[in-house]
């Protein structure tokens, strides 16, 4: 058995989270070579590589294969945020089952889904990590009402925003996966009371980044550091400087030409015109078609067309692979197509459809 002794270096999996607005994706922007997935369309403001915002969960999932191979290029994905990629991956659970809600599956069944999908896209995310690029999910935070087991009493504490039913399934594994989970708040230094002694409003506002567990919130981290620090990533830059790579596999990891340099430091969000996004490039089989040299339909569902676009497949591709399986008669628009047979077959059993086009593609002869 072979033993391996000493620290491990390897790239971090961070959570950051906190009320909308304290600054998570300025935060994020100033870990190394960073690229933005943005869910939700916050990072607007920012002069990042940003990814197309998804508008389905397999391409979301597409878009993490995608950075898994731009060693190099990247250092860090950020997905932002995770809240909204979750529910991202409930409306896959909901389409895949023909399910109108999560509720309609009955006895719990359909969080149960959700946590098996979400637990396999962290597994993805861990396969990114191994190939040598940091990921920072940032989510929300929500307050809710907690009661310690052994305790009188309950009290308010703040936790991951996941969802009201489904963070006491998602949750835990977010946390449990991370190496670090960072709360970000405003601290209050004191409440200022009226003349009756009764409390009448908190006192301070200072960006705080608590770093360690507390009755009032989660945080952990494996770095030794402070309880409390200033919103300001030059107190954390140290932990992702210098993080190689470790692998198994008998070739060597990709050589960086030059090494990272933390970004400056970003007090405030500083206006500014967001970079071009970065464009993800199609299948190395999808054929001579181009991504812009298709006209999509405007009136196609956009969680299918954007993974027509991203993969460069025309709608009469669609059309062919449809027509084979007997759903629909060649010609029929997309646009026609009812909904539920879109999001829960062509979206939900995305690579399977682009398959089937790859294998039309490669049965026409040649020209």
């Not at 959700?114 to 993805?124: A, C, T, W, Y």
């Not at 969680?303 to 008669?329: F, H, T």
């Amino acid at each position: 058995m072979e033993v391996i002794s000493g620290k491990i270096d390897k790239k971090k999996k961070v959570v950051i989270y906190g009320p909308e607005g304290i600054g998570k994706s300025s935060l994020a922007a100033q870990f190394p070579k960073p690229i933005f997935i943005d869910t939700e369309g916050s990072t607007t403001e920012l002069t990042v590589d940003r990814l197309p915002k998804p508008s389905s969960w397999t391409m979301l999932n597409q878009q993490v294969d995608w950075v898994k191979q731009q060693v190099g290029r990247f250092e860090t994905l950020i997905i932002d945020t995770v809240d909204w990629a979750e529910m991202l991956c409930i409306e896959s659970v909901c389409s895949t089952h023909n399910k109108k809600g999560i509720e309609d599956f009955g006895y719990g069944n359909g969080y149960v889904y959700v946590k098996e999908e979400f637990g396999r896209f962290l597994n993805k995310l861990s396969d990114v990590i191994e190939a040598g690029i940091n990921i920072v999910l940032t989510a929300h935070s929500q307050i809710v009402k907690f009661e310690q087991p052994d305790e009188m009493g309950a009290y308010d504490r703040y936790q991951l925003k996941l969802g009201k039913k489904t963070s006491s399934q998602t949750a835990p594994l977010v946390k449990e996966w991370a190496d670090m989970v960072l709360f970000i708040n405003y601290k209050t230094y004191s409440v200022a009371t009226d003349d009756k002694g009764k409390k009448h409003k908190g006192q301070g506002g200072v960006r705080t980044i608590y770093t360690t567990h507390h009755p009032a919130w989660d945080a952990k981290n494996r770095h030794g550091l402070p309880d409390e620090l200033p919103l300001d990533y030059a107190h954390i830059a140290h932990i992702f400087n210098g993080a190689q790579t470790t692998t198994t596999q008998s070739t060597p990891p990709p050589v960086h030409e030059h090494a990272s340099q933390p970004a400056p430091v970003q007090q405030e969000q500083t206006p500014a015109s967001a970079s071009a996004p970065a464009s993800v490039p199609p299948d190395n089989n999808a054929g001579n078609t181009n991504a812009t040299d298709i006209n999509l339909d405007p009136a196609i569902p956009s969680a299918l067309r954007d993974l027509m676009a991203q993969n460069s497949v025309s709608e009469e591709e669609i059309q062919v692979v449809v027509s084979q399986k007997g759903y629909y008669p060649m010609g029929t628009p997309i646009a026609n197509y009812d909904p539920g047979f879109v999001n829960g077959v062509l979206v939900g059993a995305w690579e399977q459809v682009f398959n089937m086009v790859k294998n039309f593609r490669n049965s026409l002869p040649f020209s």
